[in-house]
């Protein structure tokens, strides 16, 4: 098949300026998503207030993730009396039902057998009645925040889902979407009378309502129950193309056994059927979400969603005057830059540069797949940041940047508008209510974009247009 990109590489041996965060940071928002867990990041103190400080500025919620707090003395002798400690005082502090625990670089470094540690408190504490711990291993060398998200909830599906009798629940892995995402989906389920185990579910817990006093576990989440349900659904639904896929343990890159989901661990062991389909960003990844959908609850689409779809498509006509032929530069996740890059061909615009930190060697395949052989070529760097993101966009001239805060330097720079998408999103009000997936998810998103080509416009023009 002729390749329709170009594949640019890092001109450096460092990363400068990363275009991917912390894997941790990825497994403690998958716990988020747990009812009454508590997420214990086992390595240094550093790890943890960093991954706190990240999530508080982009949901504006508390976050309290506890830590083992290494020194120089647990990183050559070991962890285990720090995590003993650790877990001691979460049960004291907070009553858990579940402690999700995540290695850090540090202690992955040192080898801590950490289902060893969880063995061993289990029998010295055999008369207590514990919570269930989850153990996931996201060393950031291994991975970005998106693999160490995805790789959590595969953790979290073997730890828990527990095979019975069936039941005729879905289970939907969203991915690591925005609560509000989370919280239209749940409509969607709904809507197509369809039970539903989502995992993990942060759509109330990272977005909570105001409370008269502070709440050490906040409400939401997934309960325990519900999870060990997963094994005897009827269907798995789960978003992406790369998810855990590019850590070390399965790199597609060296052709090893590739790792798997948690939704191709639920069809390979319970035999449930895993539907995958990308983000639903745009008409024709969210037409296969609805087929999908459709065919689990043997029902017609709801009248409101044929409606929002021909809304959105009547806007992308209506629009098209200010998106067609302009120039894109889209980066962040690989999934969301996947996604995001099918939606934007919808309109007219073209990516001219995908950039993402993430390196699972799926990102440029994806691409060439999806863009049509008459396109000029896109191009692709994959294993990159920000200093990256800056050289190559200097000379491709480009018209809008869509992705995180971090980008807004080189957006600053290059006097062109950026249109804040997916995480983090550290400069700008109500990231947690940032709506991505789904036809009005969709139509949000077109909305901001058509609006920030229309204000970069009037704002570059010293005619003062009011009329654009
Ligand atoms: S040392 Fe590793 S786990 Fe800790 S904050 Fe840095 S990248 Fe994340």
Known sequence: MESHIKIK?????????????????????????????????????????????????????????????????????????????????????????????????????????VKRLIRDYRSENKDVKLPDFIHTSTPSYQGTHSEGYHETVKSIIETLANKTCSNDAVNIFPGFVSPADMRHLKQIFNRFGIKYIMVPDYSESADNPYWEE????????????????????????????????????????????????????LSERFSVVCFQCGLPIGVNETDKFFDILQKLSSREIPEIYKKERGRLIDSYVDGHKIMFGKRAIVYGEEDLVIALTKFLSETGIKVVLAISGGNSGKLSSSLNEMIDSKEPVCTVSEDADFEDLSEIAGNIGAD????????????????????????????????????????????????????????YKQESSTVGYKYL
């Open 214 to 265: 502070y709440k050490k576990l906040p409400e939401g989440g997934t309960s325990v129950d519900l999870i060990r349900e997963a094994a005897n659904a009827k269907a798995s639904i789960e978003f992406g193309h790369v998810f855990n896929r590019g850590t070390q343990t399965g790199s597609i890159k060296n052709h090893t056994k590739y790792n798997y989901t948690a939704g191709e661990y």
């Open 400 to 455: 809008i940047m869509i992705g995180n805060s971090k980008g807004y330097y080189i957006a600053s720079s290059l006097k062109i508008p950026l249109v804040r998408v997916g995480f983090p999103v550290h400069d700008r009000f109500g990231a947690q209510r940032i709506s991505h997936l789904a036809y009005s998810g969709t139509q949000e998103l077109y909305d901001r974009i058509a609006n920030a080509l229309l204000e």
């Open 9 to 113: 590489k890092s001109s450096y041996t460092a990363t400068r300026n990363a275009c991917k965060l912390c894997s941790p940071l990825g497994a403690s928002m998958a716990f988020k998503g747990l009812k009454n867990c508590i997420t214990l990041i086992h390595g240094s103190q550093g790890c943890a207030t960093y991954i706190r400080r990240y999530l508080i500025s982009h949901f504006r919620e508390p976050f309290d993730i506890a830590s083992s707090s290494f020194s120089e003395e647990t990183a050559i002798f070991g962890g285990a009396k720090n995590f003993n400690d650790a877990i001691k005082n979460i049960i004291s502090q907070y009553n858990p039902e579940v402690i999700g625990i995540a290695t850090t670089c540090l202690s992955e470094t040192i080898g801590e057998d």
